[in-house]
T-cell receptor, first 112, second 114 residues
């Protein structure tokens, strides 16, 4: 069974630029999550989708972050404009039951 | 909101010894407590989980215990091996409605020396 796929693997941008991350969940998983992991910390939930609808985006900084999940499969997370404090690993996870999460390897973002 | 505290931040053991990592949580409505192992450059991988209606769960060398009254839970790894070296995260569900909405602890760097 293929795991959660994320791209790109690494991204380096300058502050105030925009960036987008892509996630392809495990086939058949209805629930998709984006987590932000700052170096030395545990992952922090940004947004949760159920199929193509947003379940919870209360911790998403909506002035600069946006996410969508078209057709209830792939998802993209965008940051515009990026700030230095956005440097982190962005993890996508999916779940069939909303219980056990399967994480991708993440996109490591460096904002200079 | 939910707050999860994890200790110790680093743990060094000799191969064959046991390792214990402890977590406390603040939200009494939390009802799902998974543990994840994260290796360098990879995403977290679920290794064991426990629900609030169970006090203990074991899977080979790994066990988790939960004390709901005290709001703390622990990971126990017996007969540690060098390949157990990684960062371990505990987590607790945010409220009681969705298991996937998790608050994570700060992580424990486990090093197993051969």
């Amino acid at each position: 069974e293929a795991g959660v796929a994320q791209s790109p693997r690494y991204k380096i941008i300058e502050k105030r630029q925009s960036v987008a991350f892509w996630c392809n969940p495990i086939s058949g998983h209805a629930t998709l999550y984006w987590y932000q992991q700052i170096l030395g910390q545990g992952p922090k939930l940004l947004i949760q989708f159920q199929n193509n609808g947003v379940v919870d985006d209360s911790q998403l900084p909506k002035d600069r972050f946006s996410a969508e999940r078209l057709k209830g499969v792939d998802s993209t997370l965008k940051i515009q404009p990026a700030k230095l404090e956005d440097s982190a690993v962005y993890l996508c996870a999916s779940s069939a039951t909303g219980e056990k999460l399967f994480f991708g390897s993440g996109t490591q973002l460096s904002v200079l | 909101g939910e707050n999860v505290e994890q200790h110790p931040s680093t743990l060094s053991v000799q191969e064959g010894d046991s390792a214990v990592i402890k977590c406390t949580y603040s939200d009494s409505a939390s009802n799902y407590f998974p543990w994840y192992k994260q290796e360098l450059g990879k995403g977290p991988q679920l290794i064991i989980d426990i629900r609030s209606n169970v006090g203990e769960k074991k899977d080979q060398r790994i066990a988790v215990t939960l004390n709901k009254t005290a709001k703390h839970f622990s990971l126990h790894i017996t007969e540690t091996q060098p390949e157990d070296s990684a960062v371990y995260f505990c987590a607790a569900s945010i409220g009681g409605t969705s298991y996937g909405k998790l608050t994570f602890g700060q992580g424990t760097i486990l090093t197993v020396h051969p």
